[in-house]
């Protein structure tokens, strides 16, 4: 089953960036889709953004023009580049496969400060 570390949160101020990375392993990297997820406190688990694994890229219209997901096969890693932060961006970010695993990693908080 699919292995995920996600790193690169913190704590930013509003119009600030970050850039999270997703490294995967015990699958075939290159063969799957991946996707960012996060959950704000008490709130459902929100997908963020897709990237296939041809490398065509979906976002929700939330961060739609502010992320960009992409891709290394080479280092089995999934990126997550979130610019003009907002407030409301604040959450525990998570990195899984598409079509969606139950083995879900720690995820990576991030905290975007008004």
Request: with cysteine.
């Amino acid at each position: 089953q699919v292995q995920v570390v996600e790193s690169g949160g913190g704590l930013v101020q509003a119009g600030g960036s970050l850039r999270l990375s997703c490294a995967a392993s015990r699958i075939i990297f290159s063969l799957y889709g991946m996707a960012w997820h996060r959950q704000a406190p008490g709130k459902q688990r929100d997908l963020v953004a897709t990237i296939t694994r041809g490398g065509s890229t979906a976002y929700g219209d939330s961060v739609k023009g502010r992320f960009t997901i992409s891709r290394d096969n080479a280092k089995r890693t999934v990126y997550l580049q979130m610019n003009s932060l907002k407030p409301e961006d604040t959450a525990v970010y998570y990195c899984n496969t598409v079509p969606i695993s139950d083995h879900w990693g720690q995820g990576t908080q991030v905290t975007v400060s008004s």
